[in-house]
């Protein structure tokens, strides 16, 4: 079975640093990862799909890398804003079925 | 484009009653998801649509849940009877390939069983 963990699970900074959230997954049989950010009281929004042949994506600030053999993703969010302040999920579409396993996801705080 | 639209989006009910939840997806969307989201956790499937015909329903607890999709295009979830852990976000998703292509959620029915 497929699972997911997210490190670190809370996440503080200033204005303006660069920051980098960890998720990693048990099975490498994968046909995409994805990162989700969820307000408070909200769904989930899309931020970037990786598929299983791709090593990154890039959107705006973010990018996602994924490194499949060893079963890591990483979001990368640079110059962060008060506005980034949300939960980021990673999720991953397991070769198991189309369902996607979330982790518990990292609760972003920048403060001005 | 509209994006995957869910009603209601608040219900509060005393446990033993009966709650539905519907769900529209993005059109031409072949596969709708229904998730369960309980309080700090990460979303978790209860059901998968392929068309109008399930693909997995392994997590879904038969005994009180049901979902159907009629013509292929909305989705009703429904509980009966609720117990308290129920108590959770239930989310509506969408994709036009399950492997391959992105999911799109709708905003959620946050769910409240006393």
């Known amino acids: 079975k497929q699972e997911v963990t997210q490190i670190p699970a809370a996440l503080s900074v200033p204005e303006g640093e660069n920051l980098v959230l960890n998720c990693s997954f048990t099975?490498?049989?994968?046909?995409?990862l994805q990162w989700f950010r969820q307000d408070p009281g909200k769904g989930l929004t899309s931020l970037l799909l990786i598929q299983s042949s791709q090593r990154e994506q890039t959107s705006g600030r973010l990018n996602a890398s994924l490194d499949k053999s060893s079963g890591r993703s990483t979001l990368y969010i640079a110059a962060s804003q008060p506005g980034d302040s949300a939960t980021y999920l990673c999720?991953?579409?397991?070769?198991?079925?189309?369902?996607?396993?979330f982790g518990k996801g990292t609760s972003l705080l920048v403060t001005p | 484009e509209a994006g995957v639209a869910q009603s209601p989006r608040y219900k509060i009910i005393e446990k033993r009653q009966s709650v539905a939840f519907w769900c529209n997806p993005i059109?031409?969307?072949?596969?709708l998801y229904w998730y369960q989201q309980i309080l700090g956790q990460g979303p978790k499937l209860l059901i998968q649509?392929?068309?109008?015909?399930?693909?997995?329903d392994s997590q879904l607890p038969k005994d009180r849940f049901s979902a159907e999709r009629l013509k292929g295009v909305d989705s009703t979830l429904k509980i009966q009877p609720a117990k308290l852990e129920d108590s959770a976000v239930y989310l509506c998703a969408s994709s036009l390939d399950p492997a391959y292509n992105e999911q799109f959620f709708g905003p959620g029915t946050r769910l409240t069983v006393l």
């Open positions: 649509f392929q068309n109008n015909g399930v693909v997995d």
């Open positions: 999720a991953v579409n397991s070769n198991s079925g189309y369902a996607l396993n």
């Open positions: 099975d490498s049989a994968i046909y995409n």
């Open positions: 059109s031409g969307h072949a596969t």
